[in-house]
């Protein structure tokens, strides 16, 4: 049953089987590292891409509202420039925001935004108020709503600032 040609074949292949897994086993991890590792590399990549991304349109719809309050004037029924939250609402209610992974930046962000939300609300009362003077009463309530609106902007002025640069120096960075 065990005859000699049996016996030889089966060590002959028993060694051929470990000496496979000796060196094929450690080929097979090490060419399996190196293709994790690249993968690691491309994810790392591609979020890099992504934040710089989210943070060159966040950047330049800051830039545009700097500019919309900076053009605020009292007469608005010929200087109307409303600001613009678009993007930082579709990012931060489509989960974009996550891609940040910087809780510091997310702060000055949704800070900036607010102000500049509180601004928004408060030029629409005094564009409503300016527009149609029946709706704020009297002309004093009207002066005190465009006195507030110059105190925002003011406010929003200085907070877009402050989020530009930290901005800038996280796109060099």
Not at 34 to 55: A, H, M, Y
Not at 60 to 85: A, T
């Amino acid at each position: 049953m065990f005859n000699q040609d049996f016996c030889s074949s089966f060590l002959s292949n028993l060694f051929a089987t470990i000496i496979g897994i000796g060196f094929g086993l450690p080929i097979a991890l090490w060419l399996d590292r190196i293709i994790r590792s690249r993968n690691e590399k491309e994810k790392t990549k591609e979020s890099l891409e992504r934040v710089k991304k989210i943070l060159i349109l966040l950047q330049s719809e800051l830039n545009e509202n700097h500019d919309s309050i900076n053009k605020f004037h009292e007469d608005v029924s010929n200087y109307y420039y409303p600001v613009r939250i678009e993007s930082w609402n579709a990012f931060s209610d489509g989960g974009e925001l996550q891609w940040l992974n910087d809780p510091d930046l997310l702060a000055v962000l949704s800070s900036t935004y607010a102000t500049i939300n509180h601004f928004h609300f408060i030029f629409e009362k005094y564009v409503q108020g300016s527009l149609f003077p029946s709706s704020v009463g009297s002309p004093e309530l009207k002066k005190r709503i465009f006195n507030i609106v110059v105190k925002q902007q003011d406010i929003a002025k200085k907070q877009i600032s402050i989020c530009l640069e930290i901005i800038s120096k996280k796109l060099v960075s």
